[in-house]
């Protein structure tokens, strides 16, 4: 990127996808947090299951999980980008339903 408030073009967001698989797979992790909802809007769809919404102060908060080849599945939420409409309390609220 440039600066800020660019987004990628579609070949770096499938070639960010590849290498999100590629993390996920070698660490194994339990959550992942993304960081705003152009980002979410753009991770691969393939392995994905839709999830239950969050509901915190009135406001829907997407879920997910990918599944890897162990059959491991990877729980995975949006927040806003810290940079726009972002209130940590609130996220703070988020994340903690998340990972209950």
Same mark, same amino acid.
């Given at each position: 990127m440039g600066g800020p408030r660019e987004a990628?073009?579609? %070949?770096? $967001? =499938?070639? !960010? &996808?590849? !290498?999100?698989? %590629?993390?996920m797979e070698k660490y194994q992790p339990e959550y992942i947090i993304v960081w705003g909802n152009r980002l979410w809007d753009k991770l691969? *769809? %393939? =392995?994905?299951?839709? &999830?239950?919404?969050?509901?915190?102060? *009135? $406001?829907?908060v997407a879920t997910g999980a990918y599944t890897l080849a162990s059959g491991r599945r990877v729980k995975v939420m949006a927040v806003n980008h810290p940079s726009v409409g972002y209130s940590w309390d609130y996220c703070h609220r988020v994340i903690k339903e998340f990972l209950n």
């Open positions: 990628g073009t579609s %070949e770096q $967001y =499938r070639q !960010a &996808g590849k !290498a999100l698989f %590629e993390m691969p *769809g %393939e =392995r994905w299951t839709d &999830g239950s919404d969050i509901i915190v102060d *009135g $406001y829907c």
